[in-house]
């Protein structure tokens, strides 16, 4: 194909606080109409035809990825109960293969030494169960996705919750671990979570309503009729979203209710599942909270991080018996640091927070302090990387005296430490392979700072090769932004990435307002009526990549998704010029027209973010004058590409298909690419999102003019 698919015009006239808007290309919303299917299938013929010069790069890509990697391998254990749980997976497998082994004894918190993984070999550790092996699980389906899994408390049955279509509405099932063999429990059409009580006779899960969103947790028991099941809790505010959970200690069961500004949690003595859920602090707009069980001083509390007259968050202690009396400060706010969350164990509380832009972990002992003596006495763990992000990892039981750690940065694959909070030992556990030569002496990562128009600095992080980009003279550059649900996008490590690198790109990240890189206000200064932000630092930031030598317009793409998409498709009507090539997966670009029907996915939760223009003419008349489909101008576009999926209940395929339609329209050369058989997250396999990965690389390399062999064979 050499000319590009024309969606048909079939005007429809939106008309909301005095301003009428024809949209010619809505009729492309309606997924089941044969028309429909064959226009993205012919938008899918034209991009092939329009990339097949880049299929020879797509495959290198493709196989440097697949070289660097190691495809046999075995993930750290992680003790639960008397068994140490771990992921292998199998050359030419698409998907992992959950198993276990016992432990040796109940003292035993170290890890098993990982045995050698060998090409074609699939060695497991001694005495090892097969739990659950997604390849079996996925067989016959075009998509999989294993949305949770759970054990029961006496490790004889595994819950698990699988998505077969990308949609993202789960079906639970039960197994018998020791058999392998299905107990009759099916639950269709739950969420992603669900989770064994500790007896493991109940099941507690959700369901979502019509809108996708996650609305009513029920109770099963096992071996009844799921018609049998009690509605636990029913959330009627379209604005807020369910969850269940259970505190580590196993002490009491939580149901949290949540919008993306305000939350209430429920709580019950894990020991009467049948019981009912008692208020821990009743909702107040705009006031979040979370809540963890710990004992402090010897005594039984709450630990709730929230953001009550904090911006920043700060924690306190309530009395389990009376978590509305009195609180006890434990860290007080301060401007500077962004309390994230609050894990406890039986003898230390771990903080996570954010300073300088950067992700913290700290330890406290939890016997000394937080009782009557006041607060609680934290040491941050310390990093030597001028860049790099740090978390907790999997620390599902109460009484373990090590902290597991994950640690990476753009140079240092990812890595597994257990630290030993009695004596502050960190011991290397794991870090991912990389095959071939990669060595990490040759990558160069460091911090720019952009300043906006009204002054605010704005941060960048950038990786590249110290012998393939000289200073001073442009190279060809990625430049991602997200800036949105204060979702942070830290530095780290992709294999696949290096396949950008070794071609002499530069990767950089665009911290933009409405993240959360910089703390809650770098959010609510990036959202609703201060959203245009977000777009203004990006193409801030793009004008100091090119102003400061590191590229030029000519060599600099653009990339981001589902919010991120929004940030392209307004950077795309604001500074076209700024750019060679945009690339927009899964992309927010009809917001407009989204967040005015409330009967879409999601769309009443998402007012808390974008604001409501249903009901607001100043929030209309602000996302008119930024939502990308109705923003498309008479002007010279870069190169755009997006990707979506068909059956996405996040953001639907119309957006993107609308916005390409649009773009043709004044001339843009602009290509579509559809999963006929994916959801938000795209393809599934680890084989089909790494050939999605060389796609999208390969036009990336193409719209940089990167050179298309570059220095691979170094590393590959």
């Known amino acids: 194909m050499t000319t590009p698919p024309r969606a048909a015009r079939k005007p429809q006239q939106r008309s909301f606080h005095n301003d009428v808007f024809t949209d010619d290309y809505d009729w492309l919303r309606d997924k089941d109409s044969p028309d429909v299917i064959a226009h993205l299938e012919a938008e899918n013929a034209f991009t092939d035809a329009r990339t097949a010069h880049l299929s020879l790069l ?260 309530v009395s389990v018996t009376d978590p509305q009396g009195g609180k006890r400060m434990l860290l007080p706010h301060d401007a500077a640091v962004r309390l994230e969350s609050i894990d406890a164990f039986r003898d230390f509380v771990v903080a996570e927070y954010r300073r300088d832009g950067l992700t913290r972990v700290a330890v406290a002992p939890s016997m000394a302090g937080g009782g009557a003596g006041g607060g609680l006495d934290f040491t941050e763990l310390a990093f030597e990387e001028p860049l790099y992000s740090v978390g907790t990892s999997a620390n599902p039981e109460w009484e373990q005296p090590t902290i597991r750690l994950g640690y990476t940065s753009f140079v240092t694959a990812s890595t597994v430490y257990d630290h030993v909070v009695a004596t502050g030992e960190r011991h290397l556990l794991k870090q991912q392979p990389v095959l071939g030569r990669y060595d990490p002496s040759l990558f160069e990562q460091r911090r720019e700072w952009a300043t906006a128009a009204d002054g605010t600095r704005v941060p960048i992080s950038l990786v590249y090769r110290r012998d393939l980009v000289a200073a001073g003279k442009p190279a060809p550059t990625l430049l991602y932004g997200y800036g949105s649900y204060e979702i942070s996008i830290d530095p780290s490590f992709s294999i696949a990435r290096l396949s950008l690198l070794d071609r002499g790109m530069i990767f950089a990240i665009a911290h933009v307002r409405g993240g959360g890189e910089l703390g ?137 298909a609308k916005w390409v339609a649009r773009l043709r329209d004044v001339g843009a050369d602009a290509l579509l690419k559809t999963e006929m058989s994916a959801g938000h997250g795209g393809v599934s396999g680890r084989y089909s999102r790494w050939r999605e990965t060389a796609f999208d690389f390969a036009w990336i390399i193409d719209a940089a003019r990167a050179h298309p062999s570059g220095e691979g064979a170094l590393t590959a």
């Open 58 to 317: 797509q495959e290198q890509v493709f196989e440097e990825i697949k070289g660097r990697t190691q495809e046999t391998d075995l993930s750290v254990p992680v003790r639960q109960g008397k068994w140490w749980y771990y992921t292998r997976t199998v050359e030419g497998q698409s998907y992992g293969i959950h198993c276990r082994a016992p432990i040796a004894g109940q003292g035993d918190w170290t890890p098993p030494v990982l045995p050698e993984q060998v090409p074609g070999v699939t060695p497991g550790l001694p005495g090892e169960q097969i739990v659950l092996d997604d390849n079996a699980e996925a067989a016959g389906h075009e998509f999989y996705s294993l949305g949770s899994t759970d054990v029961s408390g006496d490790s004889s049955r595994l819950l698990y919750v699988v998505d077969a279509e990308g949609d993202e509405r789960y079906t639970i099932r039960v197994r018998t671990i020791a058999t392998g063999e299905n107990l009759a429990d099916e639950i269709p059409n739950t969420g992603e979570g669900a989770l064994f009580d500790p007896s493991g006779r109940y099941i507690f899960y959700t369901t979502v309503d019509d809108a996708w969103r996650p609305d009513t947790v029920w109770r099963h028991e096992v071996g009844t009729a799921a018609s049998a099941d009690v509605s636990v809790f029913h959330e009627p505010d379209e604005r807020f979203w369910v969850g269940i959970g259970l505190t580590r200690s196993r002490r009491f069961l939580l149901i949290e209710a949540g919008s993306s500004v305000t939350t209430e949690t429920r709580l019950l003595d894990a020991a009467d599942p049948t019981g009912d859920f008692a208020l821990v602090w009743p909702r107040r707009d705009g006031v979040e909270y979370d809540v963890e069980h710990a004992v402090l001083g010897g005594e039984d509390v709450l630990l709730i991080v929230h953001n009550d007259n904090a911006v920043n968050f700060e924690l306190v202690s």
């Open 520 to 656: 809650r206000l770098w959010y609510e200064n990036g959202k609703k009526l201060h959203k245009r932000n977000s777009f203004t630092d990006f193409i801030d930031c793009a004008q100091h990549l090119i102003d400061a030598g590191y590229t030029a317009p000519d060599r600099l793409v653009a990339e981001g998704r589902s919010a991120g998409g929004l940030l392209m498709g307004a950077v795309a009507n604001l500074a076209p010029e700024l750019f060679s090539g945009i690339l927009a997966g899964v992309p927010f670009v009809d917001a407009l027209t989204s967040i005015l029907d409330p009967s879409l996915p999601l769309t009443v939760i998402e007012w808390d973010e974008w604001g409501d223009p249903l009901h607001d003419p100043e929030v209309y008349a602000y996302m008119r004058g930024y939502s990308p489909v109705e923003n498309v101008h008479d002007t010279h576009y870069p190169r755009v590409l997006a990707v979506t999926s068909l059956n996405d209940t996040r953001v639907l395929y119309v957006e993107p």
